[in-house]
Nanobody, 125 residues
Framework: QVQLVESGGGLVQAGDSLRLSCAAS????????MGWFRQTPGKEREFVAY????????YYADSVRGRFTISRDNAKNTVYLHMNSLKAEDTAVYFC??????????????????WGQGTQVIVSS
C-alpha cells in the first residue's frame, strides 16, 4: 500500500516562493509517475504538474508553467513542487498523488490511485 504525506504548505504573500514536499512509502516509487493537484472549495481537483518515474519528463498546467517546478529524489522517495511568483489564485489545498499504472503518465486525477492528505497553501494579495 502506497502512503503519501505532503508538507510545506503555509501562508505567504503574493510574489513569494514555497516548496511543497511529498514523502512516499510502500510501492515502487521510482516507477511511478507522481502528480501534484490542487483543489479549492466547491471546485473539482485541478491538475498542476506531473513528473515521470525517472524524472526525465515533466508536464505542467498552463496556469503554473514557468512559475512552478516539479522534481523528485528517488533515493529519498520524495517529490517536490517548487512554487515561485505565487499569486492569490494559487490558494488551494495541494495534493500529491501516484499514478496507478507503472511507467504511465497523464493529467487526469482518475488515473492516480494513491493520494496524500493535502497541504494548504494560502497566498495573500
Amino acid at each position: 500500500q502506497v502512503q503519501l504525506v505532503e508538507s510545506g504548505g503555509g501562508l505567504v504573500q503574493a510574489g513569494d516562493s514555497l516548496r511543497l514536499s511529498c514523502a512516499a512509502s510502500g510501492g515502487t516509487f521510482s516507477s511511478s509517475t507522481m502528480g501534484w493537484f490542487r483543489q479549492t472549495p466547491g471546485k473539482e481537483r485541478e491538475f498542476v504538474a506531473y513528473i515521470t518515474g525517472s524524472g526525465r519528463a515533466t508536464y505542467y498546467a498552463d496556469s503554473v508553467r514557468g512559475r512552478f517546478t516539479i522534481s523528485r529524489d528517488n533515493a529519498k522517495n520524495t517529490v517536490y513542487l517548487h512554487m515561485n511568483s505565487l499569486k492569490a489564485e494559487d490558494t488551494a489545498v495541494y495534493f500529491c498523488a501516484a499514478h496507478v499504472r507503472p511507467w504511465s503518465s497523464s493529467t487526469a486525477s482518475t488515473d492516480y490511485g494513491y493520494w496524500g492528505q493535502g497541504t494548504q497553501v494560502i497566498v495573500s494579495s
